[in-house]
């Protein structure tokens, strides 16, 4: 999709058409086309994601967040409770907390295997297995393990049960295996009811069948969590009200707009027309899945394209380690603090630098519900637009050598009060949406997206940002970390999230 994109857009400029079927969609490379689609404003006339409601009995209309359509109802109830319950300063200490205690555990796995050379049981037949080097399968389920510690509050396992069936254990399917393998099925049916009409879903034999299998599927799923939820209301009952809840997000879904909820009052100020009542099982279920899919690959993806760049960049690694030495000096196992985390601005520039350049969202859909005019031109209502995010993050009209890696263009403005209070994008360094070239104002502004816009804008950015500083610190300060195959390109899949396919490393205690 991207490669398709890049093309088009080299030879059509930005702004051209593409269809799939029978669907329209103009796609919009300039950042300046940005400005309306990334407004905050509840008025916004794009905070529509799909041009068709099919899939209800899949939860794909009108349940969770990202593919929720019904904007003026169940949408921004969910998103409400979903951004409060990710956004809430508290969650960010057990996050960090959770994502030291992770890394630690995925060394441990490493150790056992032999990745971390230099130690004493290297197990050669499964060092050489290039499965079990691959980065992208660890970071897949180290980032399994992470949300569903997030999501439900207890350890997700799929590390340590990847680990034991390398060593021939066998495990016992834990829960939370079972609901994140669910999960996953869960995520590659939706381009069936993407795709296919409730025609072909029900009487094409073939695709038919399929669809029925999804279809189980999503029922073992919202069963599997429907049984948490009820296990969760009834631990949260038995807590005595004036003593602390933990504070995972299924907490916070179930305690949202009751008496428990410590925030209830603010939110009804702040959210004047959203109606405020508890959420019910099957809202819960369909928000925590959208947490599972939002923060599993995204992230794992982000870091292994991180680590291929500092691999291949040996300066911009050298930057990051005395920034690291700066702040922990010879401790490479000090506890990391969130104080830590705001001061690690060259690696947030790095984080940042390394999704500009290979984003794992290239590109984002959305619909105008009312007509409009953008690039000059009136687009009747529920037009797709597909912003191309990848485009725009390579301009040369917005970026100094776009396509070289150089983290100083977030750090200088990061660390530069009065570059930020000059220009007037104070706010480059809490993810927004801005290029370099800051003299061309808003016609470069968007030029920068991670994590989308508007009101629509990613709401698990910060939790990414925390995961991100924090694995990138746990290992670069402690071992150097090496490619097998250094002339090996970066070996990308791009569908709706650009994946790695393959980074064959090993690790070795950094000298
Ligand atoms: C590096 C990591 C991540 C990246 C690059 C990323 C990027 C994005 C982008 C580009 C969007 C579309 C926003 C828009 O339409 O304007 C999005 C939406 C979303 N993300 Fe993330 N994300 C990341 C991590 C996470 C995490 C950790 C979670 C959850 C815990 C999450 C949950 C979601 C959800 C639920 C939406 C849909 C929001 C809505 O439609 O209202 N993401 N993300």
Redesign the pocket.
Do not use: Q, S
């Given at each position: 999709m991207d490669e398709v994109l890049k093309l088009l857009h080299s030879k059509y400029g930005d702004i051209f058409e593409i269809w799939f079927g029978s669907e329209r969609a103009i796609v919009l490379c300039h950042p300046k086309y940005m400005v309306k689609i990334h407004q905050t404003s509840t008025k916004s006339k794009y905070i529509k994601?799909f041009f068709r409601s099919e899939g209800k009995e899949y939860g794909l209309v009108d349940s969770g967040?990202?593919n929720n359509n019904d904007i003026h109802g169940s949408?921004k109830f969910n998103?409400m409770v979903?951004s409060n319950a990710?956004m809430r300063p508290k969650l960010d200490r057990d996050a960090l907390k959770w994502t030291i205690e992770l890394v630690k555990e995925m060394e441990s796995c490493w150790r056992r295997i032999g990745i971390i050379m230099g130690e004493k049981d290297v197990n050669k037949s499964l060092i050489e297995n290039d499965e079990v080097i691959n980065l992208p399968n660890w970071m897949r389920r180290f980032t399994y393990d992470m949300?569903y510690r997030?999501a439900i509050g207890i350890k997700g396992d799929a590390l340590n049960s990847y680990t034991n069936n390398l060593f021939g254990v066998n495990n016992q399917e834990t829960e939370s295996n079972s609901i994140i393998t669910s999960t996953q099925t869960y995520a590659e049916g939706i381009m069936y009811f993407r795709l296919y009409s409730k025609y072909v879903r029900n009487y094409v034999p073939y695709i038919r069948g399929i669809v029925r299998r999804y279809l189980d599927n999503k029922e073992y799923l919202y069963g599997k969590l429907t049984e948490i939820i009820e296990r969760r209301r009834r631990e949260i009952n038995d807590t005595p009200i004036n003593e602390a809840l933990r504070n995972d997000i299924l907490t916070s879904f179930i305690i949202a707009n009751t008496d428990r909820d410590t925030h209830k009052e603010k939110y009804i100020e702040k959210y004047k027309d959203v109606v405020m009542r508890p959420m019910k099982n099957e809202e819960i279920c369909g928000n925590l899945i959208?947490?599972f899919i939002?923060?599993t690959d995204?992230?794992a993806n982000?870091f292994c394209f991180i680590v291929y760049y500092l691999a291949h960049h040996p300066h911009v690694l050298t930057r990051l380690r005395q920034e690291l030495d700066s702040i922990f000096h010879d401790d490479i196992t000090r506890t990391i603090t969130l104080k830590d985390l705001d001061n690690l601005k060259y690696c947030e520039s790095i984080i940042k630098e390394v999704?500009r350049l290979q984003p794992?969202?290239s590109s984002?859909i959305r619909l105008n519900s009312e007509e409009d005019e953008i690039c000059g031109y009136i687009w009747p209502a529920n037009t797709v637009f597909l912003l191309f995010y990848g485009g725009m993050s390579k301009r040369p009209d917005a970026w100094n050598e776009p396509l070289k890696l150089n983290p100083d263009r977030f750090y200088n403005y990061m660390t530069n009060d009065k570059v930020n209070s000059d220009n007037g994008h104070e706010d480059l360094g809490k993810d927004q949406n801005i290029g370099e070239k800051s003299e061309n104002g808003d016609d470069i502004k968007n030029s920068f997206v991670?994590?989308?816009?508007?009101l629509?804008?990613?709401?698990?950015?910060k939790?990414?940002m925390i995961e991100?500083k924090c694995l990138v610190t746990m290992i670069y300060r402690k071992y150097d970390v090496e490619l097998i195959d250094m002339n090996a390109p970066l070996k990308t899949k791009s569908t709706f999230i650009t994946t790695c396919e393959e980074l064959l490393f090993r690790l070795k205690l950094r000298k």
């Open positions: 994601r967040v990202f949408w998103r979903f990710l949300i997030i959208d947490a939002g923060g995204t992230t982000l999704a794992v969202i984002n991670m994590f989308g816009g508007g629509r804008m990613c709401p698990g950015r939790l990414a991100l």
